[in-house]
């Protein structure tokens, strides 16, 4: 590839050869990424209610997610939230767990909008709850 076209709207500015193969593979393989298990999956509630029961019920999960946010953990403690949210949206601690773990998140987030995407849905999931 030549840094100098004659052509100007030629020249790669908005992107690079590697971008376009990467964009051109995405396009035609999509979403799958090749595991069988993943053509079809169970829907969220399922797999979140599946999991839940795999580890010992929501009390379980729940500590798991405390224990994960004391030890720094943070995106563990966030997902092990997910599963309980996905099961009961309006789960109180869940949301105050899975906020506190956000807010961590957001702080040690270098990326302007990361940052402001974790703190937003921190400051989303605390907005109507219960004064402690």
């Keep these: 590839m ?5 052509e100007p709207e030629a020249s790669p500015y908005d992107g690079t050869v590697a971008w376009s193969v990467r964009a ?3 396009e035609y393989a999509g979403w799958f990424d090749g595991n069988p298990a993943k053509l ?9 209610a599946r999991v839940i029961d795999l580890a ?4 379980q999960v729940l500590s798991r997610a405390r224990r994960a946010l004391a030890d720094k953990d943070f995106q563990w403690a966030a997902e092990l ?3 309980v949210l996905a099961t009961d949206e309006g789960h109180v ?3 105050r767990l899975k906020a506190a773990a956000l807010g961590e998140l957001g702080e040690r987030q270098i990326s302007a909008i990361a940052r402001n995407y974790y703190l937003s849905a921190a400051q989303y999931l605390l907005r109507d709850l219960p004064a402690r």
């Design 2 to 6: 030549r840094v100098h076209n004659a």
């Design 24 to 26: 051109i593979y995405a």
């Design 40 to 48: 079809f999956p169970l829907p969220e509630r399922d797999r979140a």
């Design 56 to 59: 010992g019920g929501r009390d």
């Design 81 to 83: 939230t997910d599963y």
């Design 93 to 95: 601690e869940a949301k």
